[in-house]
C-alpha cells in the first residue's frame, strides 16, 4: 500500500438542491468546497436497491449504510427481508410466531410494540397490518398495539394518518369476542426507542407506558395525538405518551405471561426495550412485579448477545466484510466515533458482529454523547472525534482508520435549519484538521458518508414548504484526497458498496468474489 488510508463518514451527509433548505450548502464549509474544487469525486447511491432495501423509493439509514460501506456487498435488508418472509410465509411458521401464538390462543394477550410508519428505517405499517390480519386468522382474542409515533423517518406531523390507518384495520378485525386496539403510545424519541444506552431514562418511560399503563389517559390515541400538539406545539417524535382507556379503565396492560412483538426490523433502537422484557437479571429500572412474557423481535437485533432470545425473521449473515479482509491481511485498524454512531463503525461496519474479528489488529474508541437535545450542542462530539483521530494517525501504529461525525444526521433529525447549519460547519472543520494531520503524517483520506438529511432540511408539498426531518434520498460524495498520487475514478454508477472495493485496492489487497467493484 502507498500509504496508510483514514476514511472520514460525515453521517447524513448528501448532495441538496443548493436551495435554502440545503444545510449542506448554506453552510460555510471551506474545506469542503476545496476538497471538490481540487480531488477527485463521484456521487455515490446510499439508498433502496444499493443498500439492500425494496425499492428506490426507501430511504437509507445508517444501518445499512455501514452494513454495505464496511462489507462491500449489498444484501436484503430490513424491510424488504422481513417482506419476504411475510410473502413466502417463512414469518409465520418460524418457532417465536408459533410459541407466541399459541400462547395468545391458551388465553393470553398478544401485543405489538413498534414504530407506527412506512418509513421503512425501523419499521413498515404493512408489516404490522400483515401480523395483526395473521393473528385474527388464528382466531387470537386479544390483540393490542402498543404504538410509537415516527415524525422523523416520514413527514414531521403525519402521525395521524397511520393511526387512522391503523384503526381502520383493527376496527375490521374486532367483534364481540375479539378486542383489537391501540392501548398506549407516544413519541419514538420521548419513550421506548432509546439507542446504545444513552439514555435508559426513555426506555423506562416507555415500559411504564406499554407495560404498567401508567400516564395520562385518552379515549384514543387520535384524541391524544390532537390534544398533545395544541397544548406543546411539539412534532410527532416529540409527543409525550399517552395511555388509552375508558372510563378510567386501560385498555389493556402488558400482563406477565402475555406474549409481546416488538415490530421493528432496524435493531439499534429496539436493543433497550428488548433487554428489559427479556433479561432476568435486568437492574436498569425497577420493572415493579414482572415476571416475564413471551417476547420476540422481528429480527435478531444482535446475534452474538442474543438480543433477543426469540425473534420472527432470521437476519443476513454478512460473510468477507472489509474488516475480515483486512484483518486476513494484517492491516491494523481503528475506529472511532461517539456513542450515537459508536455502533456504525463497529458493529454494523462488521456485518453485524459485535466484538472483533482479531483482537491484536483492531482498536476501538467510543467517545460518550452528551444527553442533551443535539440542536443545542450542534458539534456534538466533533472536536473530541478528530482529537482521538489525531492521535492515532501521529501514533502509525495503525495501517486504517476510520471515524463517523453523527452531526448531519442527528442534528438533522431535529429539524433546526440553523442548527444543522452549524453541525456542518463544524463537521467541515474536523475534516480540514484531519487534512492537515494526512499531510504532516502521510496519509491518504477518503471522504464519504452512509446517506443524506442535512442536505434536504424542507419539503414542499401542494405547494406549501414544512420542516423535514427524514433521511434524504440524495447521494452522498466520495472524495479521495492524496496530493502526493494521482487517483482516477473510473466513470461509473457506485454506491456505497463500491467504498470497500475501493479500499482494498488503494491497499493492492485483492477483494473477494462477492464485493462490487472498485471506484479507482
Request: hydrophobic share 35%; net charge negative.
Given at each position: 500500500?502507498?500509504?496508510?488510508?483514514?476514511?472520514?463518514?460525515?453521517?447524513?451527509?448528501?448532495?441538496?438542491?443548493?436551495?435554502?433548505?440545503?444545510?449542506?450548502?448554506?453552510?460555510?464549509?471551506?474545506?469542503?468546497?476545496?476538497?471538490?474544487?481540487?480531488?477527485?469525486?463521484?456521487?455515490?447511491?446510499?439508498?433502496?436497491?444499493?443498500?439492500?432495501?425494496?425499492?428506490?423509493?426507501?430511504?437509507?439509514?445508517?444501518?445499512?449504510?455501514?452494513?454495505?460501506?464496511?462489507?462491500?456487498?449489498?444484501?436484503?435488508?430490513?424491510?424488504?427481508?422481513?417482506?419476504?418472509?411475510?410473502?413466502?410465509?417463512?414469518?409465520?411458521?418460524?418457532?417465536?410466531?408459533?410459541?407466541?401464538?399459541?400462547?395468545?390462543?391458551?388465553?393470553?394477550?398478544?401485543?405489538?410494540?413498534?414504530?407506527?410508519?412506512?418509513?421503512?428505517?425501523?419499521?413498515?405499517?404493512?408489516?404490522?397490518?400483515?401480523?395483526?390480519?395473521?393473528?385474527?386468522?388464528?382466531?387470537?382474542?386479544?390483540?393490542?398495539?402498543?404504538?410509537?409515533?415516527?415524525?422523523?423517518?416520514?413527514?414531521?406531523?403525519?402521525?395521524?394518518?397511520?393511526?387512522?390507518?391503523?384503526?381502520?384495520?383493527?376496527?375490521?378485525?374486532?367483534?364481540?369476542?375479539?378486542?383489537?386496539?391501540?392501548?398506549?403510545?407516544?413519541?419514538?424519541?420521548?419513550?421506548?426507542?432509546?439507542?446504545?444506552?444513552?439514555?435508559?431514562?426513555?426506555?423506562?418511560?416507555?415500559?411504564?407506558?406499554?407495560?404498567?399503563?401508567?400516564?395520562?389517559?385518552?379515549?384514543?390515541?387520535?384524541?391524544?395525538?390532537?390534544?398533545?400538539?395544541?397544548?406543546?406545539?411539539?412534532?410527532?417524535?416529540?409527543?409525550?405518551?399517552?395511555?388509552?382507556?375508558?372510563?378510567?379503565?386501560?385498555?389493556?396492560?402488558?400482563?406477565?405471561?402475555?406474549?409481546?412483538?416488538?415490530?421493528?426490523?432496524?435493531?439499534?433502537?429496539?436493543?433497550?426495550?428488548?433487554?428489559?422484557?427479556?433479561?432476568?437479571?435486568?437492574?436498569?429500572?425497577?420493572?415493579?412485579?414482572?415476571?416475564?412474557?413471551?417476547?420476540?423481535?422481528?429480527?435478531?437485533?444482535?446475534?452474538?448477545?442474543?438480543?433477543?432470545?426469540?425473534?420472527?425473521?432470521?437476519?443476513?449473515?454478512?460473510?468477507?466484510?472489509?474488516?475480515?479482509?483486512?484483518?486476513?491481511?494484517?492491516?491494523?485498524?481503528?475506529?472511532?466515533?461517539?456513542?450515537?454512531?459508536?455502533?456504525?463503525?463497529?458493529?454494523?461496519?462488521?456485518?453485524?458482529?459485535?466484538?472483533?474479528?482479531?483482537?491484536?489488529?483492531?482498536?476501538?474508541?467510543?467517545?460518550?454523547?452528551?444527553?442533551?437535545?443535539?440542536?443545542?450542542?450542534?458539534?456534538?462530539?466533533?472536536?473530541?472525534?478528530?482529537?482521538?483521530?489525531?492521535?492515532?494517525?501521529?501514533?502509525?501504529?495503525?495501517?486504517?482508520?476510520?471515524?463517523?461525525?453523527?452531526?448531519?444526521?442527528?442534528?438533522?433529525?431535529?429539524?433546526?435549519?440553523?442548527?444543522?447549519?452549524?453541525?456542518?460547519?463544524?463537521?467541515?472543520?474536523?475534516?480540514?484538521?484531519?487534512?492537515?494531520?494526512?499531510?504532516?503524517?502521510?496519509?491518504?483520506?477518503?471522504?464519504?458518508?452512509?446517506?443524506?438529511?442535512?442536505?434536504?432540511?424542507?419539503?414542499?408539498?401542494?405547494?406549501?414548504?414544512?420542516?423535514?426531518?427524514?433521511?434524504?434520498?440524495?447521494?452522498?460524495?466520495?472524495?479521495?484526497?492524496?496530493?502526493?498520487?494521482?487517483?482516477?475514478i473510473h466513470d461509473g454508477q457506485y454506491g456505497l458498496a463500491n467504498?470497500?472495493?475501493?479500499?482494498v485496492k488503494m491497499m493492492d489487497i485483492q477483494a473477494p468474489d462477492c464485493?462490487?467493484?472498485?471506484?479507482?
Amino acid at each position: 500500500m502507498k500509504k496508510p488510508i483514514v476514511l472520514v463518514i460525515m453521517d447524513g451527509v448528501g448532495r441538496g438542491d443548493g436551495g435554502p433548505g440545503d444545510a449542506v450548502a448554506v453552510a460555510n464549509t471551506p474545506v469542503l468546497d476545496r476538497l471538490f474544487a481540487t480531488c477527485p469525486y463521484t456521487w455515490l447511491k446510499a439508498h433502496g436497491t444499493a443498500v439492500g432495501l425494496p425499492s428506490d423509493d426507501d430511504m437509507g439509514n445508517s444501518e445499512v449504510g455501514h452494513n454495505a460501506l464496511g462489507c462491500g456487498q449489498i444484501y436484503s435488508q430490513g424491510a424488504k427481508l422481513v417482506s419476504e418472509s411475510i410473502e413466502n410465509g417463512t414469518l409465520f411458521s418460524s418457532k417465536a410466531w408459533v410459541s407466541l401464538t399459541d400462547n395468545a390462543k391458551a388465553g393470553k394477550a398478544l401485543h405489538f410494540i413498534g414504530l407506527l410508519s412506512d418509513g421503512n428505517v425501523h419499521s413498515n405499517i404493512s408489516h404490522l397490518i400483515a401480523l395483526l390480519k395473521k393473528a385474527r386468522e388464528l382466531d387470537l382474542k386479544r390483540v393490542y398495539c402498543h404504538i410509537l409515533l415516527d415524525g422523523r423517518d416520514v413527514p414531521a406531523t403525519s402521525a395521524l394518518e397511520y393511526v387512522a390507518q391503523l384503526e381502520t384495520v383493527l376496527a375490521g378485525l374486532s367483534d364481540e369476542t375479539h378486542e383489537y386496539k391501540i392501548a398506549s403510545g407516544g413519541g419514538r424519541m420521548k419513550i421506548t426507542m432509546d439507542r446504545y444506552e444513552a439514555n435508559w431514562g426513555m426506555v423506562e418511560a416507555g415500559w411504564r407506558t406499554h407495560v404498567q399503563a401508567i400516564g395520562r389517559q385518552f379515549p384514543d390515541a387520535k384524541t391524544a395525538i390532537e390534544t398533545y400538539r395544541a397544548e406543546t406545539g411539539y412534532i410527532d417524535q416529540d409527543l409525550p405518551a399517552f395511555v388509552v382507556a375508558h372510563d378510567g379503565k386501560p385498555v389493556a396492560k402488558i400482563e406477565n405471561g402475555d406474549s409481546v412483538i416488538l415490530f421493528n426490523f432496524r435493531g439499534d433502537r429496539a436493543q433497550e426495550i428488548s433487554l428489559a422484557f427479556d433479561r432476568k437479571d435486568f437492574d436498569k429500572f425497577d420493572r415493579g412485579d414482572y415476571t416475564g412474557v413471551k417476547f420476540a423481535g422481528m429480527l435478531q437485533y444482535d446475534g452474538d448477545l442474543n438480543i433477543p432470545e426469540n425473534y420472527l425473521v432470521e437476519p443476513p449473515v454478512i460473510k468477507n466484510t472489509l474488516t475480515e479482509v483486512l484483518c486476513k491481511a494484517g492491516i491494523r485498524e481503528y475506529a472511532v466515533s461517539e456513542t450515537q454512531k459508536y455502533g456504525h463503525v463497529t458493529y454494523f461496519w462488521n456485518g453485524n458482529r459485535s466484538g472483533k474479528v482479531d483482537e491484536s489488529l483492531e482498536t476501538y474508541e467510543e467517545i460518550p454523547s452528551d444527553i442533551i437535545p443535539f440542536d443545542q450542542a450542534p458539534a456534538m462530539k466533533s472536536k473530541e472525534i478528530t482529537d482521538c483521530m489525531l492521535k492515532a494517525m501521529e501514533s502509525h501504529n495503525y495501517d486504517f482508520l476510520r471515524c463517523n461525525f453523527p452531526n448531519g444526521d442527528m442534528v438533522g433529525h431535529t429539524g433546526v435549519m440553523q442548527a444543522v447549519v452549524t453541525a456542518m460547519e463544524c463537521v467541515d472543520e474536523s475534516v480540514g484538521r484531519i487534512l492537515e494531520a494526512a499531510d504532516k503524517y502521510g496519509y491518504t483520506v477518503c471522504i464519504t458518508a452512509d446517506h443524506g438529511n442535512a442536505d434536504q432540511m424542507t419539503e414542499t408539498k401542494k405547494g406549501k414548504t414544512s420542516v423535514r426531518t427524514a433521511h434524504s434520498l440524495n447521494p452522498v460524495p466520495f472524495i479521495i484526497y492524496d496530493p502526493d498520487t494521482k487517483y482516477v475514478i473510473h466513470d461509473g454508477q457506485y454506491g456505497l458498496a463500491n467504498v470497500a472495493p475501493t479500499i482494498v485496492k488503494m491497499m493492492d489487497i485483492q477483494a473477494p468474489d462477492c464485493w462490487e467493484k472498485s471506484m479507482i
